[in-house]
């Protein structure tokens, strides 16, 4: 299967953990990667790659995988990381596939 | 820091051809996958596609009838047809830069461009 799945929505206290999670056969393959949306924006990365952040990214975020499950984590959820995150990976043709989005609300 | 921009018509006609290019500055097309991906208004991320900077293409297969991408190193730019369009894919368009780890399990898109929307209507 090609598709990753991940829960439309997800809530966080202001300061609190959240764990937003991606499953799919491919992911006991390959890696998942994190993307961050903000509205009317382009897509950031913000994780992939066994916890790898690209500059400016904040070390809040990690990321981790077992069997057919990718998560990211927000370690102490801050106000501006209130987003929409996708999961991505490819499946077994190389071709690459998202998941449906999480959107992220900070309470 | 490379960027990326796309270009093309943001109003395309039912049952045409849309065109987009992405030029690349800051950085080598090489050893690089140039993909393009969309988001429909209100919708998640679709995966259109991507060139190798050699030419190898890979597509989604609920497109691959109707898209072909180009590039073309030697102007840093790389391109998007899609063809018989209808107001499904309207859309904003993103190009990325997509790059790999050397054990292969690995795939990531680490720039993007801003995106461009292109309408599709009569």
């Known amino acids: 299967s090609s598709e990753l799945t991940q829960d439309p929505a997800v809530s966080v206290a202001l300061g609190q953990t959240v764990t937003i999670t991606c499953q799919g056969e491919?992911?006991?393959?390959?890696?998942a990667t994190w993307f961050q949306q903000k509205p009317g924006r382009a897509p950031i990365l913000v994780i992939y790659?066994?916890?790898i952040r690209p500059s400016g990214v904040p070390d809040r975020f990690s990321d981790s995988r077992s069997g057919n499950t990718a998560s990211l984590t927000i370690s102490g959820a801050q106000a501006e990381d209130e987003a929409d995150y996708y999961c991505?990976?490819?499946?077994?043709?190389?071709?690459?596939?998202f998941g449906g989005g999480t959107k992220l609300t900070v309470l | 820091q490379v960027q990326l921009q796309e270009s093309g018509p943001g109003l395309v006609k039912p049952s045409e051809t849309l065109s987009l290019s992405c030029s690349v500055s800051?950085?080598?097309?090489?050893?690089?996958?140039w993909s393009w991906i969309r988001q429909p208004p209100g919708k998640g991320l679709e995966w259109i596609g991507y060139?190798?900077?050699?030419?190898?293409?890979n597509y989604n297969s609920s497109l691959k009838s109707r898209v072909a991408m180009s590039v073309d190193t030697s102007k840093d730019q790389f391109s998007l047809k899609l063809t018989s369009v209808t107001a499904a894919d309207t859309a904003v368009y993103y190009c990325?830069?997509?790059?790999?780890?050397?054990?292969?399990?690995?795939?990531?898109?680490?720039?993007w461009g801003q995106g461009t929307l292109v309408t599709v209507s009569s």
């Open positions: 991505y990976s490819r499946d077994s043709s190389q071709r690459g596939v």
């Open positions: 060139i190798f900077y050699t030419g190898a293409t």
């Open positions: 790659y066994n916890n």
């Open positions: 800051g950085g080598s097309m090489t050893n690089y996958f």
């Open positions: 491919s992911l006991r393959s390959y890696h």
């Open positions: 990325a830069r997509g790059a790999f780890c050397s054990g292969g399990d690995c795939y990531w898109l680490d720039s």
